[in-house]
């Protein structure tokens, strides 16, 4: 199970961190991602950490977002600074091990923005 945290109200140029914890499960050997869906939108990436804890980033975010993971803690994090109003959205975390047959969900954090 995953469990998304953090979410909130800001205003335009403020931060955010967002926190991912899994239960059970191998996830140090697991790809996390974190993904977005703002209303009428397609869900879309916003960043990805391997298990050796490569990482990528969306376009609209690369510059301004930083994930990271904790295995110890089971938790992964998604730093976002410069925030801006289409920033804004549900943000859910993904746990992806295709080998292991693992593909979950966590239930969405919602982030707003305000300008």
């Known amino acids: 199970q995953l469990q998304a945290s953090g979410g909130g109200l800001v205003q335009a140029g403020e931060s955010l961190r967002l926190s991912c914890a899994a239960s059970g499960g191998i996830f140090s050997l697991l790809d996390m991602g974190w993904y977005r869906q703002a209303p009428g939108k397609q869900r879309e990436l916003v960043a990805v950490i391997t298990s050796s804890s490569g990482t990528n980033y969306g376009h609209s975010v690369k510059g301004r977002f930083t994930t990271s993971r904790d295995n110890a803690k089971r938790t992964v994090y998604l730093g976002m600074n410069s925030l801006k109003p289409e920033d804004a959205a549900v943000y859910y975390c993904?746990?992806?091990?295709?080998?292991?047959?693992?593909?979950?969900w966590g239930q969405g954090t919602l982030v707003t923005v305000s300008s």
């Open positions: 993904n746990a992806y091990s295709r080998m292991w047959g693992v593909d979950s």
